[in-house]
T-cell receptor, first 116, second 110 residues
Framework: DGGITQSPKYLFRKEGQNVTLSCEQN?????MYWYRQDPGQGLRLIYY???????QKGDIAEGYSVSREKKESFPLTVTSAQKNPTAFYLC???????????????FGPGTRLTVL | QKEVEQDPGPLSVPEGAIVSLNCTYS??????FMWYRQYSRKGPELLMY????GNKEDGRFTAQVDKSSKYISLFIRDSQPSDSATYLC??????????FGKGTSLLVTP
């Protein structure tokens, strides 16, 4: 089955700790994204990557870091610098650079992070 | 002003009703318009995609884009309880990075 997997589904973290959220896709997509969703806030873009070993900041990158060492994987680290990390985190992927055409973004099931 | 505005609801309708969901936007450069459906605690799934202005129909769903008014709509005919979800509008000027509305929570009651 092709798709996007995120793990874990639920994650609890103590304040001051870094934590890494996993995102893997087997769709052979070049582009991958991380979004954060808060109640009543919609989705906000944290980071995106158009190709391996390259990534760009989104609207709310402060306190987060990413890496893209493999095409299939785009892990997100929530650092202790993130002031309010409790949220639902969604990973997505799309075929690649859009150019003049639209690339549908496929979403994973999400990871719910709670800071205790 | 947020680039994409969407009434969060909740919107409650009886089964069989026609549902109208709407978003307004401020960036006239947007040319790709999407509607996503998100069930509770799940990732969003794409329902409809429209490029530029016009209408698009897919089964019980119709998407409309009015670029002159910066207004997009999603209509659901013969609504079913299984349509109960949050509906997110999204738009982009590049077909790439998406700008989402806050989502409208819809409840269809039997």
């Amino acid at each position: 089955d092709g798709g996007i997997t995120q793990s874990p589904k639920y994650l609890f973290r103590k304040e001051g700790q870094n934590v890494t959220l996993s995102c893997e896709q087997n769709l052979n997509h070049d582009a991958m994204y991380w979004y954060r969703q808060d109640p009543g806030q919609g989705l906000r873009l944290i980071y995106y990557s158009q190709i391996v070993n390259d990534f760009q900041k989104g609207d709310i990158a402060e306190g987060y870091s990413v890496s893209r060492e493999k095409k299939e994987s785009f892990p997100l680290t929530v650092t202790s610098a993130q002031k309010n990390p409790t949220a639902f985190y969604l990973c997505a992927s799309s075929i690649g650079l859009a150019g003049s055409s639209y690339n549908e973004q496929f979403f994973g099931p999400g990871t719910r992070l709670t800071v205790l | 002003q947020k680039e994409v505005e969407q009434d969060p609801g909740p919107l409650s309708v009886p089964e069989g009703a026609i549902v109208s969901l709407n978003c307004t936007y401020s960036n006239s450069a947007f040319q790709y318009f999407m509607w996503y459906r998100q069930y509770s605690r799940k990732g969003p799934e794409l329902l409809m995609y429209t490029y530029s202005s016009g209408n698009k129909e897919d089964g019980r769903f119709t998407a409309q884009v009015d670029k002159s008014s910066k207004y997009i709509s999603l209509f659901i005919r013969d609504s079913q309880p299984s349509d109960s979800a949050t509906y997110l509008c999204a738009m982009s000027f590049s077909g790439y990075a998406l700008n989402f509305g806050k989502g409208t929570s819809l409840l269809v009651t039997p």
